[in-house]
């Protein structure tokens, strides 16, 4: 017996990030529910409190949804270094600072990494991606890529996307096509990104081809 519910109609994309935005709509395409973003409805951005991307992602969804009356779905997410014992991780979003910043946040790694004289450069984005419905029903999926941190490389993407090489690839993610980051092969449910890693799980469980 499955505890998945089906997500069909009018989704909410509880982010008011414009990259992550693009991301989701591009992987929601295929499935014939009708997404609109949390800014587009003039939903408030609710705090991140929690201690876990996760529960960051419940706390995104849950709002959106209890405020729109639609099921919304929301990541959370972050790139965590090895050598800076995971950090940004949690708080990738605030090192880029209220100007957002990612030049800044990149080249604070940089700085981090020779600071601790660190030639260890392994690295990983997590996303975890929750859909949540009005009535409490939550269901939560997890993705990551592995990959290095290396001198930021490319103008595609956003957030810490030049500066990450995954595992196997020559090109960082900042000089990916989106589709080429997304890597999703849905014949056999592979991907490369950590959100569409993430997402897929969310497709196999709780959407139907449009
Ligand atoms: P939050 O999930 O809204 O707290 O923000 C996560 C932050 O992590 C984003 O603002 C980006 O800086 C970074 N991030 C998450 N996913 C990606 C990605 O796919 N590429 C580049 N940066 C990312």
Redesign the pocket.
């Known amino acids: 017996m499955s505890a998945h519910r089906l997500l069909t109609g009018k989704v909410v994309i509880a ?1 008011h ?1 414009p ?2 935005l693009v ?1 989701m709509r591009e992987l929601l395409a295929p499935f014939g529910v009708e997404a609109v973003s949390a800014g587009e409805l003039g939903l408030p951005e609710p705090d ?1 409190t929690g201690t876990m ?1 996760s529960e ?2 419940a706390i995104k969804a849950e709002a959106a949804a209890r405020a729109s009356g639609l099921p919304a779905f929301a ?5 965590c270094v090895n050598a800076l014992d995971g950090a ?1 991780g ?1 708080f ?2 605030r ?2 600072g209220p100007s ?1 910043d ?1 030049s800044a ?1 990149m080249a604070r790694i940089a700085h981090e990494l020779d600071r601790r004289g660190v030639i260890e450069r392994r690295a990983h ?1 997590v ?1 975890a991606l929750v859909i949540a419905w009005p009535d409490g029903h939550a269901e939560t999926f997890e993705g990551r890529v592995f990959g290095e941190v290396v001198p930021p490389r490319g103008t595609l ?5 030049p500066l ?1 090489l995954p595992d196997g690839h020559a090109r960082t ?1 900042g000089e990916m096509s989106s589709h080429e ?1 997304h890597g999703v092969d849905w014949l056999t449910g592979a991907a490369l ?3 569409a890693r993430a997402f897929v799980l969310l497709a196999e469980a709780c959407l139907r081809r449009a």
């Open positions: 982010t990030n990259g992550k991301e991140e991307f960051n992602a990541d959370d997410s972050g790139l940004p949690l990738s979003a090192w880029a957002k990612f946040a984005f996303s993407g956003f957030g810490y996307d990450f993610f980051k990104s950590h959100r």
